[in-house]
């Protein structure tokens, strides 16, 4: 089983960018494909990006391609969310999430942190 722990919140203004982190522990990362989402006060969580196992593939959510980028690095065991041109609307709480890659269910979150964008 893997533990996530997230890191790289904090409060920006809006044009701005952010750098997000997941450190895992308990199981090497490459086992797993992995995700950011968020959940803004009042909303569902919401999808924001994935990457494979290799790092191969990306997927994004409309709203944030262009914008942001998923990367990670399997020797360290971190996944990256690199967040340019931060908009109001980006603010939430992000999450980093791991699956097996034979099934769609995240079942593995990390405690989240805080992204603030001012306008």
């Known amino acids: 089983q893997v533990q996530l722990v997230e890191s790289g919140g904090g409060l920006v203004q809006a044009g701005g960018s952010l750098s997000l982190s997941c450190a895992a522990s308990?199981?090497?990362?490459?086992?797993?494909?992995m995700g950011w989402f968020r959940q803004a006060p009042g909303k569902e969580r919401q999808f924001v990006a994935a990457i494979n196992r290799s790092g191969s593939s990306t997927v994004y959510e409309d709203s944030v391609k262009g914008r942001f980028t998923i990367s990670r690095d399997n020797t360290k065991n971190t996944v990256s969310l690199q967040m340019n041109s931060l908009k109001s609307e980006d603010t939430a709480v992000y999450y980093c999430a791991a699956k097996n890659f034979w099934v769609n269910k995240y079942a593995y979150w990390g405690q989240g942190t805080q992204v603030t964008v001012s306008s």
């Open positions: 308990g199981r090497t990362l490459s086992y797993y494909d």
